[in-house]
């Protein structure tokens, strides 16, 4: 699953072995907020795809994506990141948003 948030980028799988969820991001801007409010350390792995992870239960896991959900307070998520992450990570989310304009449906417009 990937989630994008005013604080930044995640990308989060199921550890195989144990069920836990790896939170991953290229950034450890994006993992600050949950490894504070989880207590969980941010373990760096520069040869992985993500260099950044951290490891919440999955419980904890849908309480932080919960949390996104209900905080929403902003009429622009763009906008809104840039005020928190800065220009750069708002450029980048409006790369995104523009080539998402690939999986329109012939139905869309």
Request: glycine share 4%; net charge positive.
């Amino acid at each position: 699953m990937w989630i994008f948030t005013t604080s930044g980028f995640v990308s989060a799988v199921q550890d195989r072995s144990d069920r836990t969820i790896i939170v991953r991001s290229r950034d450890r801007l994006s993992l600050s907020d949950i490894s504070e409010q989880f207590n969980a350390r941010i373990v760096a792995t520069p040869r992985a795809d993500y260099p950044y992870r951290l490891v919440l239960k999955p419980q904890q896991f849908a309480d932080w994506v919960k949390e996104e959900a209900v905080s929403i307070d902003y009429p622009n998520f763009k906008s809104a990141s840039k005020i928190y992450r800065g220009a750069t990570f708002a450029n980048i989310l409006n790369k995104v948003w523009s080539v998402m304009h690939g999986v329109e449906d012939g139905e869309a417009r």
